[in-house]
């Protein structure tokens, strides 16, 4: 009588991790661990590589940078450096410019494009750093000077955290003078902030929370955060100045800085300061607002509490990169005060947004980058040793640069998705099947575990012996055994510049009497 295994699809990843406490409710399209992975395409592989834009080192950690643009056709990079230095560069990477010296740099920065008020008026980078006057760079210049009007509480080391350009003012807030109150400039000098009858400030709420945080203009709102607790929103609707309101938003969440809250389609998703992911979503016309718990809706709250230190999230940095459909988040690991890790929200999903998370990558600055030729923006990382990194590059990264190690690590299945007969029934394996192309003379890892032990290690060899075209995809089987009532994956490919891609996963196996003891093969 012929053998007759019984065949089944391992979902991998579809929906990306879940980060519920209990495994076993884990959806069988979730994975447990997804390090360093992509799941564009519809395929798992490795990120795309990260490529150094610098030569060398800067000489101090990256704590900020931005993609300035003086002109239309004039492209910089300007960093902040943890030694209180302030640097551009013009494509080479070296960022001759010294732009500014002796900035105190102990709490979050944010660089924000402003000016071009009128015609002839340039464009002007501002950067606030709550203990230093603005700095602002005019155009394409070699210095930055403090800002020329500042309110006349901005003194000593009291000075704003945070800003944005909105209704064609500069607002900014954060000042530990005020810390409740934002400011803005005329609409003709983003500098002025001093005239009696066209700027001014508007108090947000005094009593509640610490400090405001961060600005965010949205549909012709302006959102103002504030830590441990408060969002709020300005209507700026209004002829004159004076008719500017503001309402709350929320009591109960608060912002956790400037860096951290992104436009994502028709949302904004921001980290809350006890370094929850939140949502705020436009339901009128006008910007009534409403908040929903955005990572609890995608299995993410769990996650982040067992792997964050949220002491540190007002270093955190978000990008939404458009290109993909991602939401990048820089975050302090457990443990540790600055960023460690980066966990990746996919909205590419069939049926939900999924996530994944990678790590170690130091990242205490993170921002988008436009590619000249096609005008797509791509992520930017500084690191602690003073290097940039180009993100997402063709290719994977080689040894010794984050990205470099992947790994998959699935629920463990008792098969009762493909039929719920299965889920407690013993199970006996014989071969476990890999849909890959042949990247090259090395391996992928398939460690395999039987209610709970590991049974088995199969490498699966990517060598193309046999003069396939490139990229062909083939089917590459080997035995599976042991049995048991559940059975889990982990997928490893931990090589530098080694790629490798799974397209489908299929177990056959045999379906034993529940009753049956388990039996291994030795």
């Known amino acids: 009588m012929p053998f007759s295994a019984m065949v089944i699809e391992i979902p991998l990843a579809q929906d990306g991790v879940t980060g519920s406490r209990n495994p076993v409710t884990a959806l069988p399209s979730q994975v447990l661990e997804a390090n360093s992975i992509r799941f564009e395409g519809g395929f798992l592989a490795k990120e795309g590589a990260q490529a150094p834009y610098t030569p060398a080192s800067l000489g101090a950690s990256v704590l900020n940078g931005t993609d300035w643009w003086p002109t239309s056709t004039e492209q910089r990079q300007v960093v902040l450096l943890g030694n209180g230095t302030v640097r551009k560069d013009s494509g080479a990477g070296t960022f001759p410019v010294t732009l500014a010296t002796g900035l105190t740099v102990t709490q979050p920065s944010q660089f924000v494009d402003a000016g071009a008020e009128k015609t002839g008026q340039p464009r002007k980078l501002v950067l606030f750093t709550g203990t230093n006057p603005p700095q602002v760079l005019a155009g394409d210049g070699a210095t930055m000077t403090a800002l020329a009007t500042p309110a006349a509480d901005w003194t000593g080391t009291t000075q704003p955290l945070c800003g944005a350009v909105h209704a064609n003012r500069l607002w900014a807030a954060g000042n530990l003078s005020d810390p ?15 005239d009696p009858t066209t700027s001014g400030s508007l108090p947000v709420f005094p009593g509640e929370g610490d400090r405001i945080t961060g600005l965010l203009s949205y549909r012709g709102l302006l959102i ?31 912002l956790a800085s400037a860096n951290a809250i992104a436009q994502v389609d028709n949302d904004v998703l921001f980290l809350d300061s006890a370094a929850n992911m939140q949502s705020m979503a436009a339901v009128q016309a006008l910007g009534d607002l409403s908040t929903q718990t955005y990572g609890q809706a995608v299995d993410m709250a769990n996650f982040l509490t067992q792997r964050v230190n949220a002491a540190a999230s007002p270093w955190a940095r978000m990008v939404y990169y458009g290109l993909k459909r991602e939401l990048h988040l820089a975050l302090a690991g457990t443990g540790s005060p600055t960023n460690t890790a980066r966990l990746v929200v996919d909205f590419n999903g069939l049926t939900r947004e999924r ?14 980058m436009r590619t000249p030729q096609s005008g797509a923006l791509h992520p930017m990382r500084g690191d602690t040793s003073g290097v940039v990194w180009h993100m ?33 029934r013993m199970k006996q394996g014989h071969y476990l099947e890999l849909v890959t192309t042949l990247d090259g003379p090395w391996n992928v890892d398939v460690d395999i575990y039987w209610d709970g032990r590991k049974h088995q290690s199969l490498a699966f060899g990517l060598r193309n012996a046999y003069g396939l075209p490139a990229g062909q995809i083939v089917n590459l089987q080997q035995r599976l055994l042991g049995s048991g009532r ?37």
């Open 224 to 254: 103002v955060g504030k830590a441990p607790r408060g969002i709020y929103v300005i209507d700026t609707t209004g002829v004159v100045v004076t008719s500017y309101a503001v309402t709350v938003l929320s009591h109960a969440i608060g």
């Open 180 to 194: 409740h109150r934002v400011y803005f400039s005329t609409v003709e000098d983003h500098e002025k902030f001093d």
């Open 486 to 522: 559940r059975i889990q994956f982990d997928i490893r490919q931990t090589v530098g510049s080694q790629s490798f891609s799974v397209y489908r996963l299929y177990m056959g196996f045999s379906a034993l009497d529940s009753r049956q003891s388990e039996v291994f093969w030795r």
């Open 392 to 424: 997402d590059q063709p290719g994977v990264s080689p040894a010794g640069v984050p990205g470099e190690a992947s790994r998959i690590l699935t629920p463990a299945f008792d098969l009762g998705h493909a039929d719920p007969g299965l889920a407690g």
């Open 355 to 368: 996530f994944r998370y990678s790590s170690p990558e130091a990242c205490p600055a993170l921002w988008l």
